[in-house]
């Protein structure tokens, strides 16, 4: 019985130290022809690490793209109430045309906390895809907002 209440209190504590985060984002992509999207964000705080799942639809030109990523930030420097981060992750890009695939994302970030729970994006990213998606490398800005609970 002691060990169930030990884990139960660490459990608890894992839960209070993390904060889930919801938010919308919209994008620019730079790569090949320019296009814009939006999309949602929901990810986890850990400390001084986050890791952000997202969705978003790439509208423009004659080809629509989902994007699904997988996103892990690391905050490296705090400049005033601004976080940095550095950013590594992986996306998988389903095309209305043409064929799916998966890129690699490397980029930085920056949050500026409006309140106690909603703060501003700003991300900058490089993405890398297979040879059969790599038209699709490029730069990418993304802005957003999230709110954290």
Do not use: H
């Not at 139960?8 to 999207?37: F, H, K, P, Q, W």
């Not at 940095?84 to 992750?89: D, I, L, N, R």
């Amino acid at each position: 019985m002691k060990k169930f209440a030990i884990a139960t209190m660490i459990a608890l504590a894992a839960s209070a130290a993390s904060a889930l985060e919801v938010g919308v984002t919209t994008a620019r992509d730079y790569a090949g022809t320019e296009r814009n999207a939006t999309g949602i964000t929901v990810g986890e705080k850990f400390g001084a690490v986050t890791l952000t799942a997202g969705f978003d639809r790439t509208n423009g030109g004659s080809n629509d793209q989902d994007r699904f990523s997988l996103v892990a930030g690391y905050n490296v420097a705090k400049l005033g109430p601004v976080s940095v981060a550095v950013k590594g992750g992986a996306a998988y890009l389903n095309n209305q045309t043409g064929q799916d695939g998966y890129a690699a994302l490397i980029g930085v970030g920056a949050s500026l906390p409006v309140n106690k729970n909603v703060a501003l994006t700003v991300d900058a990213t490089r993405q890398y895809g297979q040879d059969r998606v790599n038209s699709f490398d490029g730069n990418r800005v993304t802005a957003g907002v999230k709110y954290s609970f």
